[in-house]
């Protein structure tokens, strides 16, 4: 149960919100980090460093995947060059 655990394996401790329990679980915590009202900077800043021991300990990468894939096959997205019709 959640109830369960101990403050340790939550992103933010305090709030108990984003439980680090398993591989799932950290990547919804950094999916969802964003969206995590009521909390201090200093509590932010302490939630992201729990989440990046998290990540590495079950070894998840956290490097966004969409910008590394672009560069590294040199395929970015080009404005377009088409002219829009006029209504």
Not at 17 to 30: G, I
Request: hydrophobic share 35%.
């Amino acid at each position: 149960m959640q109830s369960d655990l101990p403050n340790s394996v939550y992103a933010f401790p305090k709030k108990r919100k984003e439980p680090l329990t398993d591989a799932r679980h950290v990547r919804n915590a950094v999916a969802r980090f964003d969206q995590v009202t009521d909390v201090s900077d200093e509590e932010r800043s302490q939630a992201l460093a729990n989440i990046k021991k998290a990540a590495a300990y079950y070894e998840i990468d956290l490097a966004p995947k969409g910008a590394a894939t672009r560069k590294r096959t040199g395929v970015a997205r080009k404005k377009s060059t088409r002219k829009r019709k006029a209504r």
